[in-house]
């Protein structure tokens, strides 16, 4: 059953990883056409396309009973996950392949994964402008409620970053909103000299993250500042959702597996002088390799995903300085291999808890309440005892 579940999880990423890469190749064919990526593109629609028209014309049968395998999965598919949930699918070859090939058992797990991460996908495909719709225009004309259901217009989702978007369970999707504004996203650190002139006594105001001698190498060149390099920090961002999590508020959720030592993001936000106290809720303190401090990067209001991570005492990533191209950047960095699925954590450092209650759950945790308070003696009650005579 563990491999079982092991192979099914492994297509789910695999879900994910393909309805991605579709939609990187459509932005790429809207932006700078080149006849590699039209082509590529055309193919996974036109496959996507096979698949549901397929499913349609089982549909369009009403009669199961003599169907062939693969003909029932398409029937299973449409009737459990609707029609809209499998065209988004369709575009991934690892979908498309699984409804071939997977073993039954596996196709029932996936089956099950599949509609309980149903709106984590529809999110993700929606929010990354996949054109589901259009396997599905084309069979408008049928008479097929459910599938005409689905073709009724819908908001744009994807005219904002997909982490303008966090996903309340299987029901709801929300914006992240912290001192009434919108928590922008953006793709680097910004500095505005203006922010520091309070702090600085006289001469010119630089930005202290600019990458200098001292620094050292470029951390995946290798090459010294003699050499500049326009190396950026790697970034998993497009393979994570925002997740509402009870307690904890917004979260990371992992929508692919990553390795131990794999820098998963940079910290971005404002760079505002280490001095700067006006966000003590996300923001991070960075120093170099002395110790001395550099800046605050404070993300209240522009940041990237990895401002949402939530803290655990047994964390799976930590925030490491490292100097990239022609900055020195705070990064994330997985300290072990992080699961599929798995709510992505850091630990906040020491001070963080001091006043507030950690609900990480971990075994190590800090605040955890001592035994005696976790379980309180329970005493029988007699129901009649609690209404009043
Ligand atoms: C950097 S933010 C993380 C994103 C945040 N959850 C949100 O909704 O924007 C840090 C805040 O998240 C919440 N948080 C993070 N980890 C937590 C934990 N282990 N237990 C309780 N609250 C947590 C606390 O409110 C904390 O001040």
């Not at 999590?245 to 917004?250: D, S």
């Amino acid at each position: 059953m563990e491999n079982t579940n092991r192979e099914s999880v492994r297509i789910l990423a695999a879900i994910y990883y393909d309805i991605n890469s579709v939609c990187d190749i459509r932005k790429r064919v809207n932006s700078k056409p080149k006849d590699e990526d039209t082509n590529d593109y055309r193919t996974a629609c036109r496959r996507a396309s096979t698949l549901v028209s397929r499913a349609v014309t089982q549909a369009l049968r009403h009669q199961v009973s003599n169907q062939r395998h693969y003909d029932q999965r398409l029937t299973e598919l449409t009737t459990r996950l609707g029609w809209k949930l499998l065209s988004i699918c369709a575009h991934s070859a690892a979908f498309r392949q699984a409804t071939i090939r997977a073993g039954v058992v596996t196709w029932d797990v996936l089956i099950s994964q599949l509609e309980a991460n149903r709106l984590s996908i529809e999110l993700f495909a929606r929010t990354r402008n996949l054109e589901w719709r259009g396997p599905l225009l084309k069979h408008a004309r049928h008479n097929l409620p459910e599938l005409q259901k689905e073709l009724a217009p819908y908001i744009k989702l994807y005219d904002q970053h997909p982490h303008h978007f966090v996903r309340i369970e299987n029901k709801a999707v929300r914006m992240p909103v912290y001192e009434e504004f919108l928590q922008m996203h953006t793709d680097a650190c910004m500095f505005d000299p203006r922010e520091w002139k309070s702090y600085v006594e006289e001469g010119d105001v630089y930005d202290p993250t600019q990458r200098e001698e001292e620094d050292g190498n470029c951390w995946i060149c290798r090459q010294s500042l003699e050499f500049p390099c326009s190396c950026l920090p790697p970034d998993v961002g497009q393979l994570v959702e925002l997740v509402d999590y009870p307690k904890k508020g917004i979260g990371v959720r992992a929508l692919a597996n990553f390795k131990e030592g794999q820098i998963l993001g940079e910290f971005i936000g404002e760079i505002r002088h280490w001095n700067y106290g006006g966000d003590p809720k996300y923001s991070y303190l960075m120093h170099d390799k002395y110790f001395q401090p550099v800046a605050t990067i404070s993300p209240k209001r522009y940041g990237n995903w990895t401002r949402f991570i939530n803290h655990s005492c047994g964390s799976s990533t930590k925030f490491d300085t490292m100097a990239i191209g022609k900055r020195l950047v705070v990064v994330i960095r997985a300290k072990r291999d992080i699961m599929m699925f798995e709510e992505i954590t850091v630990h906040y450092g020491g001070n963080y808890w001091e006043g507030r209650t950690c609900e990480c759950g971990s075994s190590k945790c800090k605040s955890r309440k001592p035994e005696s308070e976790e379980s309180p003696l329970q005493i029988p009650v007699d129901n009649d005892q609690l209404h009043d005579t």
